[in-house]
């Protein structure tokens, strides 16, 4: 006889700054993973746009504010840009190795060159080897670290590791929980978008539907590189809905033209991949 499935409960953290839009404050509910039931759990939570972690999962419940909006890209559907072509050909070359949620020292010191180049004060900068080590092994689910390198120069042994992205398996798809990477690699560009085209690929090889990428924050330009991969749906209070290729096709135009005000280039610029870590405050 199989044990009843506990039905989980929920707290909510107290208030605190918006980490995306100034001026406002975010608010979570989240609820434990453990025990046998913990993938399934995750994997309906996922669906309803909660995302996980370590043992917590979580979705953002704020009083005045909605700007935080689940996506997904249908994987088996993908259509890339013509940029996202050439951003694939360019690392086609890497090694991808699919490894046990173990952490590294190699691992940690790519984590932080990745966020003292991309995101200096934010406020995971301040993560030392242990809080990595437990954002990556303190995990009731199936996960893995996916690891970008190199080709080793001599054909023997590990090449360079240039980016790697923990990765939780759901029943639908593979959801990215973070990912970083090389900012300063003069030969790579748009290693960080090659990270969700290679999850994309690897998702429709697997015979799943969708990448769930997290949560897309209008109004916020570092979440801006989401929309740009098609097709996208997006989670309301009624189900997943897919953004039409208009729609796409007006968020992709704000985020260039953004960039660009942001930059003062006259020219069309590519997106730099943001990072997705929301730190529960409870």
């Not at 909510?12 to 406002?24: F, I, N």
């Not at 929980?177 to 748009?190: L, N, W």
């Not at 870590?277 to 409870?282: E, N, T």
Request: hydrophobic share 30%; with cysteine; glycine share 8%.
């Amino acid at each position: 006889m199989n044990a009843p499935v506990r039905f989980p409960r929920f707290f909510v953290t107290a208030l605190s700054p918006c980490p995306y839009l100034p001026g406002k404050s975010e608010r979570k509910v989240f609820t434990e993973l453990r025990g046998p039931h913990a993938d399934t759990l995750n994997d309906a939570l996922g669906r309803i746009g909660f995302r996980r972690s370590q043992n917590v999962a979580y979705r953002p419940s704020c009083l005045d504010c909605s700007a935080c909006v689940s996506v997904r890209v249908a994987a088996k559907e993908f259509r890339p840009s013509g940029t996202q072509k050439r951003t694939f050909k360019a690392n086609a070359d890497l090694e991808v190795t699919e490894c046990r949620p173990w952490s590294t020292s190699e691992q940690y010191d790519l984590l932080r060159r990745y966020l003292n180049g991309r995101h200096p004060g934010g406020g995971m900068v301040k993560m030392d080897e242990v809080d990595f080590a437990d954002m990556v092994e303190h995990t009731p689910v199936t996960t893995s670290v996916v690891e970008y390198r190199e080709p080793s120069p001599d054909g023997y042994g590990l090449g360079r590791l240039v980016g790697a992205c923990l990765t939780d398996r759901q029943g639908d798809g593979l959801s990215m929980i973070y990912s970083f990477y090389d900012p300063d690699h003069e030969s790579r560009a748009g290693l960080g978008n090659f990270i969700i085209l290679d999850h994309i690929r690897r998702t429709a090889e697997a015979g799943l539907d969708y990448v769930y990428l997290g949560y897309w924050v209008q109004g916020s330009a570092r979440m801006q590189y989401k929309v740009r991969y098609r097709p996208m749906e997006r989670l309301s209070r009624d189900g997943w809905h897919r953004m039409s290729d208009e729609e796409q096709d007006e968020l992709i135009a704000a985020t260039v033209q953004t960039k660009r005000d942001a930059s003062g280039l006259g020219s069309k610029d590519g997106v730099t991949l943001g990072s997705d870590k929301r730190q529960l405050a409870v």
